[in-house]
């Protein structure tokens, strides 16, 4: 499984100190059946720690997945203290948005980096295996 990250989430991320490791595990944890929250509709939400601390006060990251899907996609992030939950509306948005990049394929992958809407994360120089 390709893992991807939107330029804005890429943005948040660089000025958080996420790095791509962090992505990866998060991902590796969903893909084993430990997702933070399934929020329905191919959206669910992850937590990846601060630096020197847990998970638990750390950061919530809303990630695009569905297993056997080709790619998974972070498109937003936001630390716990900032806010409780996404409101009803962010959620919708979300799901369309899922409904969308779950279904591309190799080559609108391709296009979507090539425009710059979206970034590989790199996996330990791999993708994640299925």
Do not use: H, P, W
């Amino acid at each position: 499984m390709q893992t991807f990250k939107t330029k804005a989430f890429a943005r948040f991320a660089a000025r958080e100190g996420l790095e791509d490791t962090a992505l990866c595990e998060a991902i590796r944890r969903a893909r084993g059946g430990l997702i933070d929250a399934d929020l329905g509709g191919g959206v669910i939400k992850q937590r990846i720690a601060r630096k020197g601390s847990g998970r638990s006060g750390g950061f919530r990251m809303i990630v695009l997945f569905r297993r056997g899907a080709l790619a998974a996609f972070f498109v937003y992030g936001f630390a716990k203290s900032d806010r409780e939950n996404l409101r009803r509306d962010e959620l919708e948005t979300y799901r369309l948005l899922a409904d969308r990049y779950l279904a591309l394929d190799e080559k609108g992958l391709t296009a979507a980096q090539a425009a710059g809407a979206i970034v590989e994360v790199k996996c330990d120089d791999q993708t994640i295996q299925e």
